[in-house]
């Protein structure tokens, strides 16, 4: 964004005020072309941080996931998405049989959502509303009881993280969703277990504990993806801005990335 940077004059010194007299008609009799160049700096609309996205099934280690969702499988199941480059989802289920003792069940869910700048304003910006729509969406989920939710440190720009519980015909569940800004982008995790068939309810502070690791790992995927080459180190606009993504983005937002809905498919 470019910032014009104003002059002032002593106007208290006997030879300055002749200066500022000067100055001043000078900047009255400015171009119209100069004038019209400062306006339309201003308004211009800041460039998005982020241009890409890493690959949704490719966002947490091997060690993570085997911590997680532990039964998951070599990989994760990609969820319905368009342009990789403004969104991407993964999914992966765990269910750990202890044969006549029952069964500890794990669902992992990493939605990432991309913004440019448009009409609309800054990528980040839109990001921000985002974040703060997909947190009222995880405190808003029905039949949901005891919710909880705290903000995250150390977790990109800005992170916050819900908990609360959700009965089902299958068992007692423990929901954990955290949704973390970096930039123009949000990552939401939305991870739950419970015990099935007699086995004892996992505890809501390990699975919120292990959610907050994958989101800050999930975030950390999302930064080393645009280091070299990405517009966090260029300043030049990013190549899909005239497709204004965040339009397409906010299509799939509830089939890739919402807690509420995403919650209750597990």
């Known amino acids: 964004m470019l910032v014009a940077a104003g002059c002032s004059s002593d106007s208290d010194s006997g030879s300055g005020s002749g200066a500022a007299a000067g100055d001043k008609d000078s900047s009255s009799g400015a171009s119209p072309d100069a004038q019209a160049s400062e306006s339309a700096s201003a308004n211009a609309v800041q460039v998005a941080a982020y241009e890409t996205l890493p690959e949704s099934c490719s966002v947490l280690s091997k060690k993570t996931l085997g911590e997680l969702v532990p039964e998951a499988g070599k990989s994760g199941k990609k ?33 990432l959502l991309r913004f440019e700048a448009d009409g609309r304003g800054a990528g980040e910006d839109q990001a921000h509303a985002y974040f703060e729509k997909q947190v009222g969406g995880a405190k808003a989920v029905s039949g949901a009881k005891n919710t909880k939710s705290a903000p995250v440190s150390g977790t990109g720009d800005e992170a916050t993280a819900v908990s609360y519980d959700l009965k089902k015909k299958e068992g007692a569940f423990k929901q954990q969703t955290v949704v973390a800004r970096v930039e123009n982008v949000v990552v939401t995790v939305d991870y739950n277990g419970a015990g099935l068939a007699g086995e004892k309810t996992p ?47 906010s299509k799939s937002a509830s089939s890739s990335a919402s807690p509420s809905e995403s919650a209750t498919k597990s």
């Open 203 to 249: 505890s809501a502070a390990t699975l919120l504990k292990s959610a907050q690791k994958a989101a800050k790992e999930a975030v950390a995927s999302v930064t080393a993806a645009n280091e070299s080459g990405g517009a966090g180190s260029s300043a030049s606009p990013s190549k899909s801005a005239s497709k204004s993504p965040s339009k397409s983005a």
């Open 79 to 111: 969820g319905t998405t368009g342009e990789v480059s403004s969104r991407g989802n993964c999914y992966w289920t765990s269910l750990d049989s202890n044969g006549v003792k029952g069964s500890q069940y794990r669902w992992l869910n990493v939605a």
